[in-house]
């Protein structure tokens, strides 16, 4: 499996962000319904969104928020993107761990990488500009995806383009060319892009959660945030 994998190679791993996500400024932030706040937040108003956020941060003394994997949200329930929940089961559950952080930070390849595939996924909620890396670590393919980046850098960026490790290739996105949410860098890790291109589902059925958990291991193998443990 691609999550042991990881862990047996920890120190292998850069920096995904040029930021301490092990500093005292971080804070892990709470997007399901077991926040309160969040029931009086008009969330489909971005800028509204974003003060939330900054209150979450205020809160905790923090300037940066970390957190979300294989967490069941209500944060999605703004954009149809994710599924009406009247017939089928909507998806919420967060299949990354999110960086919320100033628009402009650059994004960093934690691995030597080949540019797989980008996309801008530009409806409402989505990712907005995407890049799926593709990595390979004792013979083993796998895959990253970073969604809402800046378009500036991203529109340069190109299938097959090389990166080394630590090269930065890309920006934390400003709203709404991000898909319209507050700034934060979506990152994921992938065993299998099971054929997909420039685009990969980042948030699951809670019913599916086992199966999108086998296919997705927790990105924080790779970040290593002492916040996320």
């Not at 929940?85 to 990488?113: F, K, M, N, Q």
């Amino acid at each position: 499996m691609l999550a042991a994998l990881l862990q047996r190679h920890p120190a292998d791993f850069g920096p995904v962000l040029a930021l301490d996500l092990n500093g005292p400024d971080v804070a892990r932030l709470d997007f399901s319904a077991q926040n309160p706040r969040l029931a009086t937040a008009d969330l489909r108003d971005t800028a509204d969104f974003q003060r939330l956020v900054e209150a979450e941060l205020a809160l905790q003394h923090a300037t940066i928020g970390v957190g979300g994997y294989l967490e069941n949200r209500v944060i999605y329930r703004r954009s149809p993107h994710f599924g009406p929940g009247a017939i089928d089961e909507p998806r919420s559950l967060h299949l990354g761990v999110d960086v919320w952080c100033p628009a402009g930070v650059p994004v960093l390849a934690p691995l030597p990488a080949t540019v797989h595939s980008v996309a801008d996924n530009a409806h409402f909620g989505d990712y907005g500009p995407t890049v799926i890396l593709q990595h390979e670590l004792v013979g083993t393919v796998f895959y990253s995806l970073y969604g809402h980046l800046s378009r500036l850098e991203w529109q340069n960026l190109r299938a097959g383009q090389a990166l080394a490790q630590g090269e930065a290739f890309a920006t934390v996105g400003p709203f709404p060319e991000n898909g319209d949410w507050p700034p934060h860098l979506h990152f994921q890790l992938m065993a299998d892009l099971q054929g997909r291109v420039g685009d990969f589902p980042g948030v699951a059925r809670p019913s599916e959660r086992a199966t999108w958990a086998a296919l997705c291991p927790d990105p924080n193998l790779v970040l290593q945030s002492r916040h996320l443990v």
